[in-house]
């Protein structure tokens, strides 16, 4: 199973009940963390999320908010004597910033670090490739370089037909593993199985698209496109529209409306501004336009589940990576 | 009234309970911060501190757990629209460390950052001004170049015998006030009384020794000389020493032996390791020493009030600076 675990959904400054940008994902024991503003490291605590199970970390852009957490939490996972590599996927810059700050060098860490700089000039990729699962990213709108990322689990074998199996003569547990990786069985009788009308077509993995800070845009709609979870920046609300304009945010409004139009299945509201203490204006605006939203609540467990059916992904993720690896 | 309130008691990195090092002073409505370890910004919220209402930052040295909540303190404060001067004390590095990070320069923030760079040659010295206190500094014995801090209150008048004074004719106001000032009052009949006889010696201000990361050493001793209140250093129990001394820590009974050599008037332990998840045996351990220690609880308050009676200051950190402004 895979989970979505928010740990802070406040914008810029934090309050008392919200903590800065931070998300974690935990699939089959691996954290990936999307952003790591001030506090991650204690809302992961207090999530019960084993910090030495990260695998990689994703920044979108070098504002402090989204930032000034990743020294505490690289510091941190030295002392916890660390010895796997971790990867940082961020916005070009980021090592010159963690190289200037004490304890972050080569010497210091007990683990290595494996930046992966996104430069400006970069389009559209993979960023990172796991077991099960890719990321990829594209540049969004925002005051300064900012990529968002999508997090996609690779496909997933078909479904078994057990009533056609069994009377095929599949019985025993190797051979409905090797009908799934689509290999034929030879029964002990001689005769051949084929996974023709026994197995069906592969199923798509869940996905899950981090789109903050940012306006609308077509690199945030396409990281969006069928996705199981569509986490988007709604800074404000309609009312603010053209603070959020100026700011480089989206209203609650905008943040459906990239939901709608890229087709996803459920909406996650967050990087509220203080302004709103209760961010229910801001779900029920956007509900007006894609009914499947809510607010993102801090250390709640947010399941990713992709549906079963067969859905058109057209994610314009794939391709080159054109992202540098750190000197 | 003078409070303090720690912030953060942990040492390296957060538990699940306790935060990183940071403790606020709050005097009069304004606010001095020791140390500035990640997440302090949440805790000063916590804590009911206003964050507007900083006047100096104190950091001891730049290891992480007192350095990485500055840079999201400072982008914070500007967030607030901040205009008044901020001064920050801290070890020569601190500018080049916040120069690389991004939202901190001249231009990002709404008000001027005065860094005030604390060289590796500085040996003693005052460090800050403020209207009714100054702070001092002394070298600390740690893995890297550290300063311990001592806030103290300047002199306050004596005490005036309101017997006395009404027997030599004074009855308002502002002529109690003069003579508080130590100035003569000219009554309406032409008699002048003088503060001889009618008002106490002055009297010393309170002082809170702010000591860590460090073994026990005679910067610490002088800064802890006669202070209401010492906060020590006190990562280990005395079963850990050798891992003190590698690490330049001081155990419980040092930090005691510490206060009690230096005449301090009570003992804060703080900065403990992880490894304590009560600290109660190193309370005992130092109250074995100096009896009126206490652990530090975050978020609670510890009035520093100076005793009435005379007690021998000599400390250790008067005359010049040495301390070179930012360029």
Redo the contacts between chains.
Sequence with gaps: MTELIPLGTSS?????TR??AGTALRCEGRVLLFDC???T??QL??AGVNRSRIEAIFITH????H???L??LL??LS??RRAAPLTVVAPA?TG??L??????SELDLTYPLELVEVPETFSSGEVYAGDTFTVGARPLEHR?FTVGYRYEERRRPGRIDAGRARAAGISETWQFDALRRNETVTLADGAVVTPDGIVGPGRRGASFAYVLDSRPCPGGRDLARGADILMHDATFGEEMLDRAIETGHATAREAAEVARDAGAQRLLLTHFSSRYADPAPLVAEARAVFPDTEAAEELRRYVLDAGDGERALGVGVAGAAGAGARE
Tied chains: 1, 2.
Aim: net charge negative; no cysteine.
């Design positions: 810029a400054a934090p309050t008392r903590h800065l503003g001030e506090g490291q204690y605590l207090h070098l504002h402090g908010d930032l000034f957490g020294p505490g510091s941190t002392l916890l810059g010159a910033a190289d200037a700050l004490p304890g972050l300064v």
